[in-house]
């Protein structure tokens, strides 16, 4: 089925170990996105891409790394995971800028331990 | 920079009853208005969207919103709420010409029997 894919959707780390996010969409959407999700701060934008190869940072972009070098695909990277990263991340893609709404994958639980 | 304030960071209901979710966003020539809905241990779902004319909009599950830019709001209403409307709801604003989504930081609305 068509959608937009999120894996692992539950993943627990130490400190100090690098970790990477999968996120794959089968629409070929030119953008896509990285937020995370805290209590108390809704949602976040990290990262997020225009196209392959064009991705710019966000409110948030500390501590990590993305990369785009297929339409479909936008993993994100905690390089040295901190406690401070542990959260929900979603990732989502939309066709055009924000003129159009955004698809959300159902999330990654992160816990750093 | 954009920005956007919703009002109530929680709303209890009895069901059948009535429900407004309050929104504001900071002032800007256009503006693009999303509503989305986050169900438990999901990603969010647009529940709908206002990009120009009428300044009611009308989306899934009976929800509606009005556009009021004297007011600079973009409140959610439903007229009868069911259980299963339970849930977590986001109001996002983006600029014309922007390419990211400024969201709020959530309303639970909590519908009990």
């Known amino acids: 089925d068509a959608g937009i894919t999120q894996s692992p959707r539950y993943k627990i780390t130490e400190t100090g170990r690098q970790v990477t996010l999968m996120c794959h969409q089968t629409?070929?959407?030119?953008?896509m996105f990285w937020y995370r999700q805290d209590l108390g701060h809704g949602l976040r934008l990290i990262y997020y891409?225009?196209?392959?190869?064009?991705?710019d940072k966000g409110e948030v972009p500390d501590g990590y790394v993305v990369s785009r070098s297929k339409t479909e695909n936008f993993p994100l990277t905690l390089e040295s995971a901190t406690r401070s990263q542990t959260s929900v991340y979603f990732c989502?893609?939309?066709?055009?800028?924000?003129?159009?709404?955004?698809?959300f994958g159902d999330g990654t639980r992160l816990s750093i331990l | 920079a954009q920005s956007v304030t919703q009002l109530d960071s929680q709303v209890p209901v009895f069901e059948e009853a009535p429900v407004e979710l309050r929104c504001n966003y900071s002032?800007?020539?256009?503006?693009?208005l999303f509503w989305y809905v986050q169900y438990p241990n999901q990603g969010l779902q647009l529940l709908l969207k206002?990009?120009?004319?009428?300044?009611l909009v009308k989306g899934i599950n009976g929800f509606e919103a009005e556009f009021n830019k004297s007011q600079t709001s973009f409140h959610l209403r439903k007229p009868s709420v069911h259980i299963s409307d339970t849930a977590e709801y986001f109001c996002?604003?983006?600029?014309?010409?922007?390419?990211?989504?400024?969201f709020g930081k959530g309303t639970k609305l909590t519908v009990n029997p």
């Open positions: 996002a604003v983006s600029g014309s010409g922007s390419e990211k989504l400024v």
């Open positions: 891409s225009a196209a392959a190869d064009i991705t």
């Open positions: 002032s800007s020539v256009s503006v693009y």
């Open positions: 206002y990009l120009s004319g009428s300044t």
């Open positions: 989502a893609s939309s066709e055009q800028g924000t003129s159009q709404p955004q698809h």
């Open positions: 629409w070929s959407h030119s953008y």
